[in-house]
C-alpha cells in the first residue's frame, strides 16, 4: 500500500511526494524539439485511461505526431482520415496505428508488459534507478 498527495510547486510543474513504497506508474516522452503548451497535458493523458495515448502536435504543415495508416512494410500511409483529425475537423481520442516524438505509456495496463523496441538491440540495458 502507498499513498501519494500532491501539491503545485513554484514553476507550476506537479510534484509527488510518496510515503513507504512508490512504483512507477507512467513514463511520458517528449522529443527535445516538441513544446508542450498546456500545462495539464500529463493529468489529460493519464484521464484518457488507455496503455499508449498522444497528444496532437500542431505544425504549420500537414505533419503531426502520429500516423492514421501503415503499409504492411512499416511505412506511412497517408488516408482519408488524416487531414479531418490534422485540422481537428474530428475531435477526439482515436486509434491510429502509430504515434512518435511526444507520447504517454501507462505501465499499469496489461498491454504495457507487451512492448518492445523493434527491432531489438542486443546488448541494450535500460534501467531505472
Not at 507512467?26 to 499508449?52: A, F, G, H, M, S
Not at 500511409?77 to 477526439?92: F, H, I, S, V
Amino acid at each position: 500500500m502507498w499513498k501519494s498527495f500532491s501539491s503545485r510547486n513554484t514553476s507550476g510543474f506537479e510534484k509527488v511526494v510518496c510515503w513507504s513504497e512508490c512504483y512507477l506508474l507512467v513514463i511520458q516522452v517528449v522529443d527535445c524539439d516538441n513544446l508542450l503548451t498546456d500545462p495539464d497535458v500529463l493529468w489529460k493523458l493519464i484521464k484518457e485511461n488507455k496503455t499508449i495515448v498522444a497528444p496532437m502536435l500542431e505544425s504549420r504543415a500537414a505533419y503531426s505526431n502520429f500516423w492514421c495508416g501503415m503499409t504492411s512494410q512499416g511505412y506511412y500511409k497517408r488516408t482519408p482520415a488524416y487531414m479531418p483529425m490534422r485540422r481537428q475537423e474530428r475531435k477526439g481520442c482515436f486509434a491510429v496505428p502509430m504515434v512518435h516524438s511526444t507520447f504517454l505509456v501507462d505501465l499499469r495496463k496489461q498491454a504495457a508488459s507487451q512492448l518492445a523496441f523493434y527491432p531489438a538491440t542486443p546488448g541494450l540495458q535500460l534501467g531505472l534507478r
